[in-house]
């Protein structure tokens, strides 16, 4: 016999499947149908708890990008990291390690794409960029323009990772670009894609 899950257990498995669910079929093809079956209950039940689709999503990408933040703020937590040359190396270290996880990456990719067409779900993101900038150009003591750089090649490897890039170096164009974004010479080290 299973035991009983708690309510805080039950949304937890929830997000985790409606995680699944929105890698796989992205924000326009995923429904809470889809997310209820994912996750094992009734549609009803998924409506009851987090009232939209747009909600639910939103809620998925804010768990992703808080345990991005908290990974990043946890690496800048020793003084000696924050400001050693080597901080963004470590940082893209960390972020590779987070997004090994494909629906991590594939999730946060879906927010910034749905955030077109769905102002809640800019506002996620907008606020995830400005915490994130905040957080960099705080806790390391950067300029504006080393900030910009780190999230946009972070921008560029999510891009990247999600095309496979790295499986088709018989584009020798598209190879060079992969080997700087994913290689040391760009603080990134490659994650092993799927």
């Known amino acids: 016999m299973r035991a009983r899950l708690s309510a805080a257990e039950r949304r937890e498995m929830i997000l985790e499947a409606a995680g699944r669910a929105f890698s796989r079929g992205g924000y326009a093809g995923t429904s809470t149908d889809v997310v209820a079956l994912e996750a094992g209950v009734s549609q009803p039940y998924v409506v009851r ?35 050693s040359p080597e901080v963004w190396k470590r940082l893209g270290g960390v972020y590779n390690s987070l997004v090994e996880d494909r629906d991590v990456l594939v999730v946060l990719l879906q927010g910034f794409s749905a955030a077109a067409g769905h102002p809640q779900i800019a506002a ?52 060079a670009l992969a080997e700087c974004a994913l290689g040391q010479d760009c603080g990134f080290d490659a994650p092993e894609s799927e």
């Open 49 to 83: 708890m987090f009232g939209t689709k747009a909600d639910l999503f939103q809620e998925v990408f804010d768990r992703a990008v808080r345990s991005l933040l908290a990974a990043f703020a946890a690496e800048l937590d020793d003084p000696e990291v924050a400001a």
């Open 124 to 175: 996620a993101a907008r606020r995830f960029v400005s915490a994130l900038y905040t957080l960099l150009v705080e806790r390391t003591g950067c300029d504006p323009e080393r900030a910009r750089e780190f999230i946009a090649n972070g921008m560029l490897l999510n891009a990247l990772l999600a095309m496979n890039a790295t499986e088709h170096a018989d584009d020798p164009a598209l190879a």
